[in-house]
């Protein structure tokens, strides 16, 4: 099995195969052994899983994906890598590479067809510009018992962090609609060929296996929630008027003041909960 991690090794299979790394698709190939052994374990893989890995890469997370998961299929949008991974990863019978692009692939029917009789996780080194849409299509299909990513550090404490705090945003309310975050370990730029000018934070997401809030309409929720974030310095009734003008700010007081909430209150304050209530009551208006 090729050293992935080997900077030497990498580099001299990346010129014999004429590859050069793409800053539009944030290519950056991990050069510590350390860092995708940790993931794996921390993600809790074993031969009962079935793993969807967005990204391989040249297939350093993914060779270890394999020796610990029953299945591994692989979704990767360069076709560039197509030889490369032919002989690093060529080894492996529980690998399935698809060269498909993730935001255009159907994750849910996927997993429910490669995957029958495995516990399904996701696992990913992700590229920082598609940090978000992805981790929103793999959350969205509601098919994974946890999703285990690298990214940005500031996106991980993001998505991790509690309401009323400066980082809590609607993305990190979003994520944590569908499950229950858990920072992981950070990774230094020197983790990386090339070397990125960020930290990178490990984080798992474990999924609810049935989610616990009492939403009427799961599409009104996140429109509240990001009313609810759109004017940060203003206060959550400004907030909602704005993002529900057919019902205008006196009915909008009224929607607060009926959940308890004060007129001065900020929408970033507010947990799940809260802008459940708060969806619920603007979904009755909107239906009476």
Same mark, same amino acid.
């Given at each position: 099995?090729?050293?992935?991690?080997?900077?030497?090794?990498?580099?001299?299979?990346?010129?014999?195969?004429?590859?050069?790394? =793409?800053?539009?698709?944030?290519? /950056?190939?991990l050069?510590? =052994?350390?860092?995708?052994r940790?993931?794996?374990?921390y993600?809790?893989?074993?031969?009962?899983?079935?793993?969807?890995?967005?990204?391989p890469?040249?297939?350093?997370? @993914?060779?270890?994906?394999?020796?610990?998961?029953?299945?591994?299929?692989?979704?990767?949008?360069?076709? @560039?890598l197509?030889?490369?991974?032919a002989? @690093?990863?060529?080894?492996f019978? /529980?690998?399935?590479?698809?060269?498909?692009?993730?935001?255009?692939t159907?994750?849910?029917?996927?997993?429910?067809?490669?995957?029958?009789?495995?516990?399904?996780m996701?696992?990913?080194n992700?590229?920082?510009?598609?940090?978000?849409?992805?981790?929103?299509?793999?959350?969205?299909?509601k098919?994974?018992?946890?999703?285990?990513?690298?990214?940005?550090?500031?996106?991980?404490? !993001?998505?991790?962090?509690?309401?009323? @705090?400066?980082?809590?945003?609607?993305?990190s309310?979003?994520?944590q609609?569908?499950?229950?975050?858990?920072?992981?370990?950070?990774?230094?730029?020197?983790?990386?060929?090339?070397?990125?000018?960020?930290t990178?934070?490990?984080? !798992?997401?474990?999924?609810?296996?049935?989610?616990p809030?009492?939403?009427?309409?799961?599409?009104?929720?996140? !429109?509240?929630? !990001?009313?609810?974030?759109?004017?940060?310095?203003?206060?959550?009734?400004?907030g909602? =008027?704005?993002?529900?003008?057919?019902?205008?700010?006196?009915?909008?007081?009224?929607?607060?003041?009926?959940?308890?909430?004060?007129l001065?209150?900020?929408?970033?304050?507010?947990?799940?909960?809260?802008?459940?209530?708060? =969806?619920?009551?603007?979904?009755a208006?909107?239906?009476?």
């Open positions: 099995m090729i050293d992935l991690c080997n900077a030497q090794q990498l580099k001299e299979l990346l010129a014999r195969h004429g590859f050069h790394f =793409s800053k539009a698709k944030g290519q /950056n190939f050069i510590q =052994s350390w860092v995708p940790q993931i794996v374990e993600a809790e893989i074993d031969k009962g899983c079935g793993v969807l890995e967005i990204g890469g040249v297939g350093p997370l @993914t060779q270890q994906l394999c020796l610990g998961a029953g299945k591994v299929a692989a979704l990767e949008v360069d076709k @560039t197509r030889p490369i991974l002989e @690093t990863l060529g080894e019978e /529980n690998l399935e590479i698809i060269w498909q692009d993730a935001l255009k159907d994750i849910a029917a996927l997993v429910k067809e490669r995957f029958q009789g495995l516990r399904p996701a696992c990913a992700l590229p920082y510009y598609i940090t978000s849409p992805v981790l929103s299509v793999l959350l969205e299909a098919c994974f018992d946890s999703v285990t990513v690298m990214v940005q550090k500031e996106v991980a404490q !993001r998505i991790a962090s509690k309401a009323g @705090t400066g980082d809590y945003s609607a993305f309310v979003f994520c609609y569908y499950a229950q975050p858990e920072l992981l370990f950070d990774v230094p730029p020197s983790c990386f060929m090339p070397q990125p000018k960020v990178s934070s490990v984080i !798992r997401l474990k999924t609810y296996e049935k989610l809030w009492e939403i009427a309409d799961e599409g009104l929720f996140f !429109r509240t929630v !990001r009313a609810s974030f759109a004017q940060r310095r203003k206060t959550l009734q400004n909602l =008027s704005s993002g529900f003008p057919e019902l205008g700010k006196a009915v909008i007081a009224e929607i607060l003041t009926q959940c308890g909430f004060s001065n209150v900020r929408g970033e304050t507010l947990d799940i909960p809260a802008f459940g209530r708060i =969806s619920n009551a603007i979904a208006r909107l239906n009476t």
